[in-house]
């Protein structure tokens, strides 16, 4: 199997990338090493042929936010979910 490399100029780029990744990435599927990487591959491809185009660059500054978001509650993304049940779940207590 080959290497594959995601190459983004800076962390919170890279960071965003791979949140986009995971969140394309289907939940209960369980993919094996080669579609991952596989998966891998097209992102890494994908992004270095449109990481010019405005959409994407409007499409990463919100993703970068999120992250931010995220980092700020000390949550990753796969927990946002719980969370919002959690919350609803408390709020249809009162």
Do not use: W
Request: proline share 4%; with cysteine.
């Amino acid at each position: 199997m080959k290497d594959c490399h995601i190459v983004a100029p800076t962390y919170s780029e890279l960071a965003s990338i791979f949140l986009v990744r995971d969140i394309y990435k289907p939940d209960k599927e369980n993919l094996t090493p080669e579609k991952e990487q596989e998966l891998n591959r097209r992102f890494s491809e994908g992004y270095q042929k449109l990481k010019e185009h405005p959409e994407i660059v409007g499409i990463l500054g919100k993703i970068k936010k999120y992250y931010a978001d995220l980092k700020v509650l000390s949550i990753k993304d796969s927990e946002v979910f719980i969370s919002v049940l959690f919350v609803l779940k408390e709020f249809n207590r009162c």
